[in-house]
Structures are given as structure tokens and as C-alpha cells.
């Protein structure tokens, strides 16, 4: 073993990053949530769509002090989680 920091080939992004067909969960304001899908991913990954499972097509943008993705329609509306890969 060398002790040598990871190469760039081998570090890995701390959270999931958004790409067309990954599952996700939409929080809504004061509690509820539900499952989604990413059907859009737009400004190098800083604004995504996704469609609820209900049909609802939802705009998200990535904020950039907090680094989640918030409701493009307005600070109270709901928040994005991007799930893992099972």
C-alpha cells in the first residue's frame, strides 16, 4: 500500500447525480412524499425534470448554497431526493 491520495478515475460522487431514468422521491412541503422519475436533465445537471407517479411533471434546479434541488416554481414548493441505484 502506498498511501497515495485516489486517483480521479477512482473518486466517486458523495450523492447521486442526475441522469434521464434514476428514481427519485419528491418531499412535499409539510411532510408527504412520493416517487418519481428523471425525464430531463438540463444546465450540466443543475435543473432536472421529473414525472410523479401520478403523472405530474415537476421542474427542479439545484440550489447552490445548499446543493439540493428545490422546486423551480417557488421556495415552499416541494424538494427533490435523488435515490441510489439498487
Do not use: K
Not at 422519475?37 to 421542474?59: K, N, P, T, W
Amino acid at each position: 500500500m502506498c498511501g497515495c491520495a485516489p486517483t480521479i478515475g477512482a473518486v466517486r460522487p458523495s450523492r447521486p447525480v442526475p441522469r434521464v431514468g434514476a428514481r427519485s422521491r419528491i418531499a412535499h412541503f409539510g411532510g408527504g412524499s412520493q416517487p418519481g422519475v428523471v425525464v430531463g436533465v438540463h444546465d450540466d445537471g443543475r435543473r432536472v425534470e421529473v414525472r410523479s407517479d401520478e403523472g405530474e411533471l415537476l421542474e427542479f434546479v439545484l440550489n447552490p448554497a445548499t446543493a439540493r434541488f428545490v422546486s423551480a416554481s417557488g421556495p415552499h414548493g416541494p424538494r427533490l431526493e435523488l435515490l441510489q441505484d439498487a
